[in-house]
């Protein structure tokens, strides 16, 4: 199923897509919800992002081409860092140039959202905690991090550094999904998540060694060769088979 969390006259609602409409949903994903029988427009809504998370957890150098245009190391274990929530702006909402940013990065990544609370959790568990998928851009102001390696949180923490959605999108194997990178239409990156260091059972296996992930919680799985920077007027678009085009202009 494919849901979205949106605003409408300044109000917020869950809703699942239905022909090209939103069908307003009453509950939770997380427990259980229904359709309350209203619906809108997709072109009436303004979409938000998907979850409300306590963190959100990217994995870094997570595709072996990527590590390679970067001229890194392939980590033994997955390699995180956080970024605060703060970050996160939904699908159509833009993504502001920070005063005195230098270069300033776009990174298509698959998103995971948690379901439930999860400590602990082997490998072939895993998938048990996962709600659904979405589309992320890890927006870093790549400058500043070339820099000095310990301002990875500032490079990657501005408000709008976090795009996700359009939706949240269930019952999708996540180790096998093209995606793809556009700037202004011209297609950036292309990578598919069979070809990552760590699959998702893995990723989220160590994580939950590491941290208790909670409901809403998003965990991204990095992204693959083709980074670039964006500028003021640029309009970036991280697609995903089977989830969606988020789509967001530069500001
Ligand atoms: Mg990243």
Known sequence: MKFARFSYHGRTHTGVIRQGEIAVLSGSLFTHFEE???????????????????????????????????GAQVPEKPIYFLKPPSSLIGHESAILYPKGAERVDYEG??????????????????????????????????ALVSKNPLLLTLSKGFDTFGPIGPYLVTDLDPNNLNIRTYLN????????????VFNVQQILHHLSTWMTLLPGDIVATGTPKG???MKPGDVVE???????????RVE
């Open 36 to 70: 309350t029988g209203e619906s809108y427009a997709l072109s009436d809504i303004k979409f938000l992002p998907p979850t409300v998370p306590t963190k959100v957890v990217c994995i870094g150098l997570n595709y072996y081409e990527h590590i390679e245009e970067i």
């Open 109 to 142: 990544e698959l998103a995971i959202v948690i379901k439930k609370k999860m400590k602990d959790v082997p490998e072939h568990k895993t998938m048990e905690y996962v709600l659904g998928l979405s589309c992320f851009n890890d927006v870093t102001e790549r």
């Open 185 to 196: 239409g011209r297609l950036m990156q292309e990578g598919n998540t069979k070809n990552c």
């Open 227 to 229: 980074i670039a920077p």
């Open 238 to 248: 991280v697609e995903i088979e089977g989830i969606g085009k988020l789509r967001n």
